[in-house]
């Protein structure tokens, strides 16, 4: 059955629909509690409440936009609000050690780690280097990023889940990505003193 389909069937409070809707959309909903909490305990809560939300609110859904758009949105809110209402502390940088080829990094965010075990250990350092730094962003910045490079959104995509142009959706991508780099960098010199 096709999205739209779904979430009628789910607005009737039809059960199997909605563990259809939960088994589809459970990945996507928990992975961007937790890019944007930080903590798997929270986005597993989060989820849940995300969940919840859609099936007392699925009347209110309008097929102006795809469902997992809404949903993106849902969660997105909730994570955010979550971080707000709990003062989750902007996160400094992270310290520790990073290689060189300081500009490939963030194009290797979501490339697969090497087989060998040394470079996978160290892939999986530079990737929870990178996951801790891109919590350290502002949040309207490190929300963007998320959702482009971990969620593989389009910028259009992203600017209807966070109800803004798609101009500004560019600008957060962009000062996400040159705060990132300086951070980058600035890990790689102190590295080589």
Partial sequence: ??????????????????????????RLVFNVCLRLTGDRETAEDLAQEVFFHVYIK??????????????????VNRSLNYNRKNKVPHRSPPSGSFTENVSSKLEEISSPPSYSPEKSLENKEEKAFIRQTVLSLPEK?????????????????????????????????????????????????NKSK
Wanted: glycine residues 0%; proline residues 0%.
């Fill in 141 to 189: 910045q490190r929300t963007a990023f998320i959702l482009y490079y971990w969620e593989e959104l389009s910028y259009k995509e992203i600017a209807e889940i966070l109800k803004t142009s798609l101009s500004s959706v560019e600008s957060r991508i962009h000062r996400a990505k040159k705060t990132l780099r300086e951070i980058f960098l600035e890990r790689v010199v």
């Fill in 1 to 26: 059955m096709n999205d739209e389909e779904l979430i009628k069937r789910v607005a009737q409070k039809d059960r199997r629909a909605f563990e259809e809707l939960v088994n589809s959309y459970r």
């Fill in 58 to 75: 699925a009347k209110t859904f309008r097929s102006k936009s795809k469902l997992s758009t809404w949903l993106y949105r849902i969660a």
